[in-house]
C-alpha cells in the first residue's frame, strides 16, 4: 500500500479505540470456509478506517480454535482479549439463495456460548469510544450477563451500538430491551424492524414505529437497511437520510451490515454530516457484496475517498 494512502487511513480517525463484542465464527459458504461472525466483521471494517479495533468473543481449545486464532490475527484486529475454553470453536452453515442472500444454521454449544467477562476486558471498554454488540451473543445466560456487564461499565460518552442481528430463535423480548436500555445506535433490517415492532408492541408505519423506538429508547440514531433497495438513517435530531442501495455484481451480502454499520459509525466519529457518513457506508456496503464473505481489505480506491 503506498504511503499516501497509508498516511489517508491514519487520519480517517485519531485511533478511536473499537471493542466489539460477541461471536467468531467459520461461515461455511458454498465456495468455501470464511472468518466472520458480526463483532469481528464490525472490529475489521473499523479497524481498516483507521481505528484501534477490538474483538471480545470466545474460541475452543481445538484445531479450528488455533486456525481460528491465526487467521484472525492476520486481519489486523487486536485479540488480547479473545478467550479460548472447552468448547468447540463456533460453525455457522450457510446456503445462499439466486440473490446471494444467506440462510444460516448456527451450531449451538459452542465457545462464544461461555463468553466471560475478565476484569482486563472490564479494563478495556472502560476506555472504549465505541461498543458494538448484537441479539446472537446472548443467546446464553452466561455470555448474555458478560455482555451486559461489560455494556454496564463503559464511559457516559462511549457510543454504544446495538446491530440486532437477529439470527433464528436466538432472541427474546428481554434480550432486545435490556440492550436497548444501553444503546446509543440501533441497526436493523428490514426484516428485524417489523419482528422487533411487533415483539415490543410498537404500532404503526415505518416511519411511526421508527419514532417510537427513537423517543422510548432515547436513540440518537436509528439505521435501516432494506436489502437491494435502499437505505434510511433516523437522528434523534430530526436529521433523515435516505439513499438507494447500489446495483452490484453480487458474489454474496455476508458482512455487508457490519461493514456498514462501522462505517457509519467511525465517519460519525471522524465528525462528517449525516448523509456523508450514509454516503460512504451505502458505498463500502456495496463493495463488500462483490467479494466472496466478508473480510477482505477495502482497496486503494476506497480508502482515498475516506481520506
Given at each position: 500500500m503506498s504511503s499516501e494512502v497509508e498516511t489517508s487511513k491514519s487520519n480517517i480517525m485519531k485511533k478511536f479505540k473499537v471493542v466489539a463484542i460477541?461471536?467468531?465464527?467459520?461461515?461455511?459458504?458454498?465456495?468455501?470456509?470464511?472468518?466472520?461472525?458480526?463483532?469481528?466483521?464490525?472490529?475489521?471494517?473499523a479497524k481498516e478506517l483507521g481505528a484501534e479495533a477490538y474483538a471480545?468473543?470466545?474460541?475452543?481449545?481445538?484445531?479450528?480454535?488455533?486456525e481460528t486464532f491465526e487467521a484472525a490475527s492476520a486481519t489486523g484486529v487486536n485479540l488480547e482479549h479473545l478467550q479460548r475454553n472447552d468448547l468447540p470453536t463456533s460453525r455457522v452453515l450457510i446456503t445462499l439463495d439466486e440473490a446471494?442472500?444467506?440462510?444460516?444454521?448456527?451450531?449451538?454449544?459452542?465457545?462464544?456460548?461461555?463468553?466471560?467477562?475478565?476484569?482486563?476486558?472490564?479494563?478495556?471498554?472502560?476506555?472504549?469510544?465505541?461498543?458494538c454488540w448484537g441479539s446472537l451473543a446472548q443467546r446464553s445466560g452466561k455470555s448474555r450477563k458478560s455482555v451486559l456487564t461489560?455494556?454496564?461499565?463503559?464511559?457516559?460518552d462511549c457510543v454504544k451500538v446495538f446491530d440486532i442481528n437477529i439470527r433464528?430463535?436466538?432472541?427474546?423480548?428481554?434480550?432486545?430491551?435490556?440492550?436497548?436500555a444501553h444503546a446509543d445506535i440501533l441497526k436493523l433490517n428490514e426484516d428485524e424492524l417489523p419482528l422487533v415492532a411487533q415483539m415490543l408492541s410498537v404500532n404503526g408505519g415505518e416511519k411511526e414505529i421508527v419514532t417510537s423506538l427513537i423517543?422510548?429508547?432515547?436513540?440518537?440514531?436509528?439505521?435501516?437497511?432494506?436489502?437491494?433497495?435502499?437505505?434510511?438513517?433516523?437522528?434523534?435530531?430530526?436529521?433523515?437520510s435516505r439513499i438507494a442501495t447500489p446495483k452490484v455484481e453480487v458474489a454474496d451480502t455476508v458482512g455487508a451490515g457490519d461493514s456498514f454499520t462501522a462505517v457509519f459509525v467511525t465517519s460519525l466519529l471522524q465528525g462528517r454530516n449525516l448523509g456523508t457518513c450514509h454516503r460512504l457506508a451505502v458505498d463500502i456496503s456495496a463493495f463488500v457484496c462483490t467479494q466472496n464473505g466478508a473480510i477482505n481489505s477495502l482497496p486503494e480506491s476506497v480508502l482515498m475517498r475516506l481520506s
Open positions: 460477541g461471536e467468531i465464527v467459520w461461515d461455511m459458504l458454498p465456495a468455501g470456509k470464511q472468518l466472520g461472525g458480526a463483532p469481528l466483521n464490525f472490529a475489521f471494517f471480545v468473543s470466545a474460541i475452543g481449545n481445538d484445531d479450528l480454535g488455533d446471494g442472500i444467506p440462510q444460516y444454521e448456527i451450531v449451538e454449544n459452542v465457545a462464544w456460548d461461555a463468553m466471560e467477562c475478565p476484569e482486563k476486558s472490564l479494563e478495556l471498554v472502560r476506555d472504549a469510544s465505541v461498543i461489560m455494556l454496564a461499565a463503559a464511559p457516559e433464528q430463535h436466538y432472541y427474546s423480548r428481554e434480550v432486545i430491551e435490556a440492550s436497548l423517543e422510548r429508547y432515547s436513540l440518537k440514531y436509528l439505521v435501516y437497511t432494506h436489502g437491494a433497495d435502499f437505505s434510511e438513517v433516523y437522528a434523534a435530531d430530526g436529521g433523515y
